[in-house]
């Protein structure tokens, strides 16, 4: 993922099991700060995204491969890269990395709502130029 945003994450311990290895659905949680923080650096926040928009995303579907565990106080890399942008819904490829090592792959299919209908809804055609970096 040459391309992709990355966020430092630091594992806390209210993230592990009793052994100190991060628990499986914690790696869904790091992955969404990563892509929120995406948004974020590109200067869209999703609370303004909801009062202005009428928008909000919602995870469709999720593929993950946990390949290595992440471990208490550790720091670890979590990556978001658009692989499909479509009309109203977006496609992430993220990886989790320690260094130089692949702790986990996901790829995370993302819905855009209304915020008020609840029912899928275009991308804001701002948003959707600086997802595709027009």
Do not use: H
């Not at 966020?7 to 100190?20: F, I, K, L």
């Not at 579907?61 to 208490?72: H, N, Q, R």
């Amino acid at each position: 993922m040459d391309n992709s945003f990355q966020w430092p994450v630091r594992v806390y311990y209210e993230d592990t099991n009793a052994g100190g290895v991060v628990f499986y659905a914690n790696y869904l949680k790091f992955y969404e700060r990563a892509r929120t923080e995406m948004l974020r650096d590109m200067g869209f926040e999703q609370d303004k995204l909801i009062e202005q928009e009428s928008v909000i995303f919602v995870v469709r579907s999720v593929e993950v491969d946990y390949l290595k565990p992440a471990k208490f106080n550790e720091m670890i890399s979590v990556s978001a890269e658009l692989s499909l942008v479509k009309s109203a819904s977006l496609t992430f490829e993220q990886i989790i990395t320690r260094g130089d090592e692949v702790l986990s792959k996901a790829k995370i299919r993302i819905a855009c709502l209304d915020a008020k209908s609840m029912r899928p809804k275009y991308i804001p055609d701002k948003l959707k130029r600086a997802l595709n970096n027009e």
